[in-house]
């Protein structure tokens, strides 16, 4: 935990000069930081960094110093205000999030967002640490862009002739005009056939053909055509229209009746009239189109900026705003006709690792053609959109869980096909999670969370499939969320252990492995398997940390054990795809290698099939660095992945692991005593050795040994130990 004090005033044998250091590198980072970083107790301000000074308007730090925090806000209202909102959430242990105006030294008011958190939630008097950065600028900007769109609309309202937007002949939106043009209230025209104020079908047909035909070869329409008033009485108009593709066409009309008759009337008194009236016309047709020209120039404004807010820049797709919008409109609909509604949350497995091994530039490449085949498979009044990185969620009205159940089988069959990008062949699997209205939520929010939820079941139940959800996930997403809190402090509370589980020749009965297994123990939730924890643990990102822990351990123990003279022993240690997919994992593996001080053959790194599934390239070439430094590798859980007999051979392996499920009931099961055979037979033949997992009895042994497995583990031997309990098994099995 960071504690104001400066370096200077750290002397003396009390600290030393490690703890110098790190408070070295913690004030470097507060003075490189880009916001404001501020550390209060009892409202006071302990420290601070520069960029928070000069936010607040003061030259250095030093000037805050000792200043109260309420100095900093409008006014006493306002601080205590913010003190009461915050209160709730800091005490439960949150980070506090808002948007407020402050005060600056000089007195001028700003926008702010603050981010605060206790430094200890059981005692508040220690105080909490503030992040504040200046976001008025960026106010200001939104406010402009409202008066903007006021403008324009004010523009559209008090237009003196009809604006009118069709889409398939059904008009969308009108001004005030066109309505009392046409002797109709405000709003009664939306959603209606354009075929309403024509007098007859032919005429509605013969204006179609006027204006449509123009329409089709990228022109314009400019022409009279006789409307129809609400009560029947017809209205001539100098009618300007325009196609605006996929949106439908803009029309502005004039009604020129009077105007018609008044030229009937002068050409039969005066034919210079007539002239006059010829040359007003087109002067008025000038006004017109300069109108629509620039009605059309902020038309495509505002669709722009329409695009921009409801649509994600990358693929194309609608966004999280336009999605909440449609969400909304189908719960209104389905709620009023008691129809069924799905929603569907998809997360990509592992495209994190396209990213990291790849670059951006891929991924991104990866993610519209994903999007292209989400679309393609839906229908076309579904909803596809893009919440941000690579996940998405389908809106499907009037799907119940049947039709949702088949829309996931067509994409998981969709995501089976490879993507090319560039000269990568990538193969990309789903996990989706389904929620159904009105069981799972009565709105949007809620619809989507539980979605999430089951999509995260999808995850932890193998991925690349699909999962409804239940109440009981709900209750199991707070379990994680409780296991992701307490995992973080696991270690450094020394909560974390290794056991360990030893592989014998089946041949000579002897070990000379042994897999460190990890085993966590917390004080309240009590023990804790690692099929619930290590999920959590990739999903938080703390597997990273976790792992190296792991792997350092485990070298740290063999070395303890050759020291005692088992020499020959080697461990084995699984490692999560996460883990495999970091460019750092060679170089770590060598540095707590060389730590322990062992050779690299004393270790052996357990890979699971599905480390090769999205990029097998990449997964082939750090095989390659790994078999390179002398590191041993094997399959573990073999038969159960996705990996090909042509990846196969490529893999810089050392040995297979036939999983447990095989081993079972090889004593009852034929089959699964021919897979078992058959994969000895194959490891034989690409010159690679065999361990069967879960052996417990004899008959299990005796079949593996018929075969020519080379090594069995299980509990027939030993159960998973601590290192202490283990060491007289070993010292017996490893002369």
Known sequence: MYHPVEVSEISGPVVGTSLQRTLREQQTLLDSAGVGIVFIRNRIVVHC?????????????????????????PNRDAFRALGREAYTTLCEGQTFRCERQMRRRDGTLFWASLTGRLINPQDTREGSIWTVDDIDEHKQTQDLLRTIQLEKQVLFDQAMVGIVFLRERHLTRCNRHFEQMLGYEPGEL???????WYRSDAEWEDAGKRCYAPFAQGQSFAGEVTLCRKDGTPVVCDVRAKAMGAQGSV??????????RA???????????????????????????DLHREIVDRKEDQDRIHWLAHYDALTGLPNRTLLAERSQQAIREAASA?????????????????????????????LI????????????????????????????PGANAQGAARVAGKLLEAFRQPYQIGHHELTMAPSMGIALYPSDGQDFDALTQSADVAMYRAKRDGRATFRFFTPEMQAQSLRALQLENALRRAMERQQLELHYQPQINIATGQVRCVEALLRWTHPELGRISPAEFIPVAENSGQILQIGEWVLRTALAQLQAWRAQGLDRIKVAVNLSAIQFHQPQLPEMVSRLLAQAGLPPDALELELTEGVAVADPRAAM???????????????????????????????????????????????????????????????????????????????????????????????????????????SFLLQRCV
């Not at 029309?251 to 018609?260: C, L, P, S, V, Y």
Request: net charge negative; hydrophobic share 35%.
């Open 621 to 727: 070439t750090t095989m390659q660095q790994l078999r390179a430094r002398g590191v041993h590798l094997s399959m573990d859980d073999f038969g159960t992945g996705y990996s090909s007999l042509s990846q196969l051979k490529h893999f810089q392996l050392y040995k297979l692991k036939i999983d447990q499920s095989f081993v079972r009931d090889l004593e009852h099961d034929s089959n699964d005593r021919a897979i078992v055979s058959a994969i000895i037979r194959m490891a034989q033949a690409l010159g690679l050795q065999t361990t069967a997992e879960g052996v417990e009895t004899a008959a299990q042994l005796q079949f593996l040994r018929e075969q020519g497995c080379d090594e069995a583990q299980g509990y027939h031997f030993s159960p998973p130990q601590a290192a202490g309990q283990i060491e």
């Open 263 to 289: 030229q009937e009337a002068l050409a039969k008194a005066h034919e210079e009239l007539e002239r006059q009236v010829r040359e007003r016309t087109r002067e008025l047709h000038e006004t017109v189109v």
């Open 338 to 366: 008691g129809t069924p509604l799905a929603v569907m949350f998809i997360d990509l497995d592992h495209f994190k690792h396209v990213n990291d091994s790849l670059g951006h530039r891929v991924g991104d490449a990866l």
């Open 49 to 73: 960094n520069q960029r928070y000074a000069e936010i607040y308007g003061y030259a250095s730090p030093q000037e805050l110093l000792g200043h109260s925090s309420e100095t900093l806000h």
């Open 251 to 260: 029309w502005i009309a004039m009604d020129i009746t009077e105007r018609r």
């Open 369 to 396: 053609q994903i999007g292209n085949r989400l679309r393609a498979v839906v229908r076309e009044y579904d909803t596809v959109s893009r919440l941000g990185g690579d996940e998405f969620v389908l809106l499907l």
């Open 190 to 196: 939306i959603g209606s056939p354009s075929r309403r």
